[in-house]
C-alpha cells in the first residue's frame, strides 16, 4: 500500500509519539505485527529506525498490518488516532469497497419506485386469454400493443378461432367461434389474498389483423425459423380495453393503456436479464424473473432460462427497465444443445421488421375511437 509524501510523515510522527524508545517499538512489532526491528533496521536513532520501518512495510506490503499494530499497541495515542482517522481512513476506503464490486456486467442498479410502478402499469396491460373449442377450452396469455384495443399474442393461441374465421382445418380439429375467445385483463391476486377475476373484453367484428404462423422448426428441433414463421397474431377488441379505469394500489384509478412498441428494439445479449408477465397454468397473473436468463440469440428466435408454463404462450418478455423485448411461445426442443432446459420466444424486432413490410404495422398507431369504429 503506497502513503503519499505527508502520509509517510504523519505516520512516522505518530509512531514517534507512540514509541519513543526502540524497546517499545521492538515490542510492538513482534507482538502486534509479527516481524523482528533486528532484521528490519541497524543501529541508531529511534527516529531513523521508524522511518525504515516504515519504507520496508511499504516495499514488502505490510503497512496495513504496520498501522493495526501500533494502533491496537496504543490506543490512547492521539496522534496515531488521527492519522488512522483521517489519513488512513480516506487511504483504506477504496481497498474496502474493492471487495464490492460489479459480478456481471449488463445487470443494472434500478431506482426501486419507478422501477415498481412501471412493472404495475406492465402488468395492468396483460391478460388471459380463453379460447373456447368445440372439445375444450384452450388457454394463453397476449398483452395490449400499441394502442387501446389491439392485443399481441401466439399464432398458435388463437389458431382455433383464425382457423374458423379462414375457413381452414383447425389444429388437431379444434375449432373455436371469435365471439367465444375472452381476453380477461386483471386477474390477479389482490394485497388481501383475495382473487379479483378481471375484465372481460371480446373480439371486435373485423378482428384479425396480421398474423404469422409457426414453424417446424420449433417443434422437430431441427433448422431454423423463417423470418415470415414468427408465431404471433395481431387482433383487435371490440372495445378500447386500454382505456379502461383502473384502480391502483393506494391511489386513484388510472387509464389501462397499452404498452408502446420500441422505437429502437432493444440489444438482446446472451446473459441479460430478462422478466415474464403472464398466466401460468391459466393461473392469475405472474411474474417470472431471471437476472441471467438469455442463453442464445438468434435473428428469428431467443432462448432463455426465465420460467414459463403452458399457458404462459403470448406472453410479453421484458428487459430490466421494462422495455419489451420479445414474445414468449414456448419451451425450446434443442436445450440439450444448450447446456440445459430453457423457454423461447421471437425477437420483438423481428416481429416489427415483418409487420413493417406488411404494412400491418399501421396497426400499432394509436388512432381516434371515431376513425375505427367499424374499420
Not at 477504496?94 to 412493472?119: M, N, Q
Not at 433448422?223 to 386513484?252: C, I, K, S
Not at 421471437?346 to 375511437?369: F, N
Request: proline share 7%; aromatic share 6%; net charge negative.
Amino acid at each position: 500500500m503506497a502513503l503519499t509524501t505527508k502520509q509517510r510523515l504523519e505516520l512516522a510522527t505518530a509512531m514517534l509519539s507512540a514509541f519513543p524508545r526502540q524497546a517499545d517499538l521492538k515490542r510492538m512489532l513482534y507482538l502486534r505485527v509479527g516481524r523482528s526491528l533486528d532484521e528490519i533496521a541497524g543501529e541508531g536513532p529511534t527516529r531513523e529506525l521508524v522511518v525504515e520501518v516504515i519504507q520496508s512495510a511499504e516495499a514488502e506490503g505490510w503497512t496495513r498490518d504496520l498501522v493495526n499494530g501500533s494502533i491496537e499497541d496504543n490506543p490512547g495515542n492521539e496522534l496515531l488516532q488521527s492519522f488512522y482517522d483521517t489519513s488512513w481512513i480516506a487511504l483504506e476506503t477504496p481497498k474496502r469497497s474493492a471487495l464490492e464490486t460489479i459480478i456481471r456486467k449488463g445487470v443494472e442498479f434500478l431506482d426501486v419506485d419507478p422501477w415498481i410502478d412501471l412493472l404495475i402499469q406492465m402488468s395492468r396491460r396483460v391478460c388471459r386469454i380463453e379460447v373456447e373449442t368445440q372439445m375444450d377450452i384452450g388457454f394463453g396469455t397476449g398483452f395490449l400493443l400499441g394502442r387501446p384495443d389491439v392485443v399481441m399474442t401466439n399464432y398458435h393461441v388463437l389458431a382455433p378461432a383464425i382457423a374458423k374465421q379462414l375457413g381452414t382445418p383447425g389444429p388437431q380439429g379444434r375449432l373455436a367461434e371469435p365471439a367465444k375467445v375472452r381476453f380477461r385483463f386483471d386477474y390477479r391476486k389482490l394485497p388481501d389474498g383475495s382473487l379479483n377475476n378481471g375484465k372481460v373484453h371480446a373480439l371486435h367484428q373485423n378482428w384479425l389483423l396480421d398474423w404469422s404462423p409457426t414453424s417446424q422448426a420449433d417443434t422437430s428441433g431441427t433448422g431454423t425459423a423463417a423470418a415470415d414463421e414468427l408465431d404471433y397474431a395481431l387482433v383487435r377488441l371490440a372495445a378500447l380495453a386500454g382505456n379502461d379505469l383502473v384502480p391502483q394500489l393506494g391511489e386513484a384509478s388510472a387509464q389501462r393503456k397499452w404498452v408502446d412498441p420500441p422505437a429502437t428494439p432493444a440489444a438482446l445479449a446472451e446473459g441479460a436479464p430478462l422478466s415474464i408477465l403472464q398466466h401460468p397454468d391459466a393461473d392469475h397473473l405472474k411474474l417470472a424473473l431471471e437476472s441471467n436468463a438469455i442463453v442464445k440469440v438468434t435473428p428469428t428466435r431467443i432462448q432463455y432460462r426465465t420460467n414459463t408454463l403452458g399457458g404462459s404462450s403470448g406472453s410479453p418478455c421484458f428487459t430490466q427497465k421494462w422495455e419489451l423485448a420479445a414474445l414468449h411461445h414456448r419451451g425450446d426442443p434443442k436445450y440439450p444443445d444448450l447446456g440445459g432446459p430453457t423457454n423461447q420466444g421471437i425477437p420483438i424486432g423481428a416481429i416489427l421488421a415483418l409487420m413493417k413490410t406488411r404494412g400491418t404495422d399501421k396497426h400499432l398507431v394509436s388512432t381516434p375511437p371515431s376513425e375505427r369504429v367499424g374499420s
